[in-house]
């Protein structure tokens, strides 16, 4: 499995303003992931990262809101812009290190985001 | 629509009483079923992989077992620190990356 590192691990932001998540692979991945982790709810997709092309996002979320940038096949940053309480939430990002169409995501220790 | 559903949302051991942890499914051509283990203020840890019924995998105290419908995570003679929330997710066939997950089972192990 790999070792993602996230960063930051947590912040308080006010509304309005915009974050910035960071997320460091050791090894080179194709595809990078983005989860949203609201308390009580399960993980839900917000969109694939891909090097060199576009991110495709998932039904409710919008390059406008959660622009995504995927430069090299290690990194890989979330902004969540124009911050809502509502988008307080862990954002995780993961990545399939296996060959095999279905092998196992792995997770960082994701981004735990309070907006005020 | 591709549902996954856990139960108990959370149960309370003594410790070394075993019980198991349920994962109900349904999609369409299940490609594999994941179980994960989350500690507070961590990501998703990946335990196991189960791809067909009758499939069971061990780790330690963890058996996980998978038939059509649904998955258990067995957990023999828990100790404390087997306390986590454990989250079942699902691939399915007919959505290529996507992964379903479930809302997960808090678990406590007391001493």
């Known amino acids: 499995s790999a070792v993602i590192s996230q960063k930051p691990s947590r912040d308080i932001c006010q509304r309005g303003t915009s974050l910035t998540i960071q997320c460091q692979v050791d090894s080179q991945v194709t595809m990078m992931f983005w989860y949203r982790q609201q308390p009580g709810q399960s993980l839900t997709l917000i969109a694939t990262a891909n090097q060199g092309s576009e991110a495709t996002y998932e039904s409710g979320f919008v390059i406008d809101k959660f622009p995504i940038s995927r430069p090299n096949l290690t990194f890989s940053t979330l902004t969540v812009s124009n911050m809502s309480p509502e988008d307080s939430s862990i954002y995780l990002c993961?990545?399939?290190?296996?060959?095999?169409?279905?092998?196992?995501?792995?997770f960082g220790n994701g981004t735990r985001l309070t907006v005020t | 629509e591709d549902q996954v559903t856990q139960s108990p949302e959370a149960l309370r051991l003594q410790e070394g009483e075993s019980s198991s942890l349920n994962c109900s499914y349904t999609v369409s051509g299940l490609r594999g079923l994941f179980w994960y283990r989350q500690d507070p203020g961590k990501g998703p840890e990946f335990l196991f992989t189960?791809?067909?019924a009758g499939e069971e995998k061990e780790k330690e105290r963890l058996k996980a077992t998978l038939t059509k419908k649904e998955s258990f995570l067995h957990i023999t003679a828990p100790k404390p620190e087997d306390s986590a929330t454990y989250l079942c997710?699902?691939?399915?066939?007919?959505?290529?990356?996507?992964?379903?997950f479930g809302t997960g089972t808090s678990l406590t192990v007391i001493p």
């Open positions: 993961s990545v399939r290190t296996g060959s095999s169409y279905n092998s196992p995501l792995h």
């Open positions: 997710a699902v691939q399915a066939a007919d959505t290529g990356n996507q992964f379903y």
């Open positions: 189960l791809y067909s």
